[in-house]
C-alpha cells in the first residue's frame, strides 16, 4: 500500500505567539515587520479572528490595521518559530508506523509530509494514524495541524487544504454537518483528518480550476486555459503529446500528471541543503538618488554572503529583486562566468544588474540572493 500524510501546522507563527500570550487567545493577531503599522512592512500571518476580517498573509501592514482597527500587532520573532518548528519535527521524527521510524520530509517551518520507512509492516489504517499523528503534536507542543492523506505526496498536500477547511452561514446549514461539509465519499471537510485516492480523485478535484491543484499557479492556469483546459478534468484529459509542444517537453507531460492525480516523488527525510542565501529590505523612505541604491545593494550582498561563508560553497548567480513605487516588483539575475567568494566582485555583479531595470522610479525594496554550487554530493 502507497500512502503519504501531509501535516499542517494551524496559523503557525500567530499560534506560537498565543502560547506566549495566552491572553491573546481569541483575539485578532497580526504578526508582521516590527509589529509598527506606520512603518512599511507586510503581513507574515494573521489569526483566524483577524482573517475573518479580510487580513491576509502578504498584505501591507497599514491595510491590515484598516481592515481590522482592533488587532494586536506583534513583531517577527524567527528564533521563537525556528524553536517551535523543531519542537513540531521532532515529535514526528519520535513516530513509528508499520513498526519502524517514519520518514519525516521537511517543507518548512509549519509543514512536512510523513511516509512509512524502509522495511515497514502493516500499516494498519493511514486515517486513524494521521489522528494519532496529530493528537501527538498537540499534546507535545500545544500546537493544532491538520493532515492529510493520500495515495501520494500530492493527493495528502491537497487533502491537508479540505482537512482544514471550515464552512458556515447558508453552507454549513446546507451540509448539516455541525458546520463541515461533506466530500463526494461522505468525509467531513473541517475535522483535521481527510484523506484522497486514486479512486476519490475525480470526484474530489476533476470539477476544481487548474489552479486548485499544488504546483499550479495563477500564470499556468492561464496558460491553459487559453488551450481550452479550464478544469483538473481537462487537464487530466489533455493530449500528453499536446501539452508538451504547447508548453514544453517535460513541463507538459508532467502537468497531465498533476491533473491525473499522479505523483511519484518519494518522501525525501535528507536534511534540507540551502541553494542560495538571500537578504532583502524594505526601506521606509523610497531610494531615488543612486549612491543610495548602490550602497544599498552592496550592503545587502555583504550581509547574503555572511551567510553563504558558512556553507563553504561558492557564488555561481547573483541575483537581485527591486520593488517600485507604488507596488511593481522585478527580478534580475547573472550567471557568473567562474564561481566566486569575492565580496568586492559579488557587490559589483548585483549593482550591474540595476542596467537592466528602470532607474527613473522611486525604491521602496531591494532584495539580493546569491546561489551557491551544490555541494559535493549533489542535492
Known amino acids: 500500500m502507497s500512502v503519504v500524510l501531509h501535516v499542517d501546522l494551524d496559523q503557525f507563527i500567530a499560534a506560537v505567539e498565543v502560547l506566549r500570550r495566552p491572553e491573546l487567545a481569541g483575539k485578532p493577531v497580526i504578526v508582521g515587520g516590527r509589529g509598527d503599522p506606520t512603518e512599511r512592512a507586510v503581513v507574515s500571518t494573521a489569526s483566524y479572528e483577524a482573517r475573518a476580517h479580510g487580513v491576509g498573509s502578504g498584505m501591507p501592514l497599514r491595510l491590515a490595521v484598516r481592515k481590522c482597527p482592533d488587532a494586536v500587532l506583534l513583531p517577527v520573532d524567527s528564533v521563537a518559530y525556528d524553536a517551535a518548528s523543531a519542537g513540531v519535527m521532532d515529535t514526528l521524527r519520535s513516530l513509528e508506523w508499520g513498526g519502524v521510524p517514519v520518514l519525516v520530509e521537511v517543507l518548512g517551518w509549519d509543514e512536512a509530509f510523513l511516509g512509512p520507512g524502509p522495511g515497514h509492516g502493516d500499516l494498519g489504517d493511514p486515517v486513524a494514524f494521521a489522528q494519532d499523528v496529530r493528537d501527538l503534536v498537540l499534546e507535545r507542543t500545544r500546537l493544532r495541524s491538520g493532515v492529510g492523506v ?39 471537510r473541517g475535522t483535521g483528518v481527510y484523506r484522497i485516492t486514486h479512486e476519490t480523485w475525480d470526484a474530489e478535484m476533476g470539477h476544481r480550476p487548474t489552479d486548485a491543484l499544488w504546483g499550479i499557479g495563477a500564470k499556468t492556469a492561464k496558460r ?44 525525501d527525510p535528507s536534511p534540507w541543503v ?19 541604491i548602490v550602497a ?49 566582485r559579488l557587490a559589483d555583479e548585483a549593482v550591474a544588474l540595476f542596467d537592466r531595470v ?11 540572493r546569491l546561489e551557491m554550487a551544490p555541494p559535493p554530493g549533489g542535492y
Open 296 to 344: 544599498a545593494t552592496r550592503r545587502l550582498c555583504a550581509e547574503c554572503l555572511e551567510d553563504v561563508v558558512k556553507e563553504d560553497r561558492p557564488v555561481t548567480r547573483v541575483e537581485i529583486k527591486v520593488r517600485f513605487k507604488p507596488f511593481f516588483t522585478v527580478t534580475r539575475g547573472h550567471k557568473l562566468p567562474e564561481p566566486t567568494l569575492d565580496g568586492d
Open 358 to 368: 528602470e532607474k527613473d522610479r522611486p525604491i521602496r525594496l531591494i532584495g539580493v
Open 150 to 188: 493520500g495515495d501520494n505526496k500530492l493527493q495528502a498536500k491537497l487533502a491537508t487544504g479540505f482537512a482544514k477547511q471550515r464552512v458556515d452561514g447558508a453552507v454549513a446549514r446546507e451540509a448539516g454537518a455541525g458546520g463541515h461539509e461533506p466530500g463526494p465519499d461522505g468525509q467531513l
Open 224 to 267: 491553459l486555459a487559453g488551450l481550452g483546459i479550464e478544469t483538473v478534468a481537462d487537464l487530466g484529459a489533455a493530449s500528453a503529446e499536446g501539452l508538451a509542444a504547447a508548453i514544453g517537453p517535460t513541463t507538459g507531460p508532467w502537468l497531465r500528471r498533476l491533473g491525473r492525480g499522479a505523483d511519484t516523488s518519494p518522501v
Open 274 to 292: 540551502a541553494r542560495g542565501h538571500g537578504h532583502e529590505e524594505t526601506f521606509q523612505q523610497d531610494l531615488v538618488e543612486w549612491p543610495d
